[in-house]
């Protein structure tokens, strides 16, 4: 079975693990994504930090929120630091994706015992029109 975007989503896991090993658990979220920024970008890839996303509903936003960060406009990743995932972190990541035309994301947590969670939504599966939908690659 081919993954979608395996390479990106590849060395994302790898930077992950580097990140992990080499600063351990117990720092804030927003720590572990500015090491994981820099990290990625060392290895090559196009990263944004924070990123505005509209959310939209019958052609009006009505919401946003901001992205940990995006990877070549193609994988959205959250990053927590907490005990365990909650289905609420995945219900977050899953809305990400619904409110976007990018269709992995990868959910990372930096807690006692490191792991992640690989999502992927289709975009011909998603609810919210195309034209309502949000282009990350187009919007800033």
Known sequence: MKLKHKKITDKIISAFYEVYNELGFGFLESVYETALFIVLKGHGLSVERQKKINVYFRGQVIGEFKADLI???????EIKAV????PEHEAQILNY??????????????GPKFMFKRFVFDNSRK????????SVANKK
Do not use: D, M, P, W
């Not at 990877?71 to 990743?77: H, S």
């Not at 005990?83 to 909650?86: G, P, T, Y």
């Not at 994706?97 to 930096?110: Q, R, Y």
């Open 83 to 86: 005990k365990s995932f909650a």
């Open 127 to 134: 609810e919210i029109s195309v034209n309502s939908r949000n």
């Open 97 to 110: 994706l619904k409110s976007t035309n990018i269709e992995v994301g990868l959910l990372v947590n930096f």
């Open 71 to 77: 990877i070549n406009q193609k994988v959205i990743v």
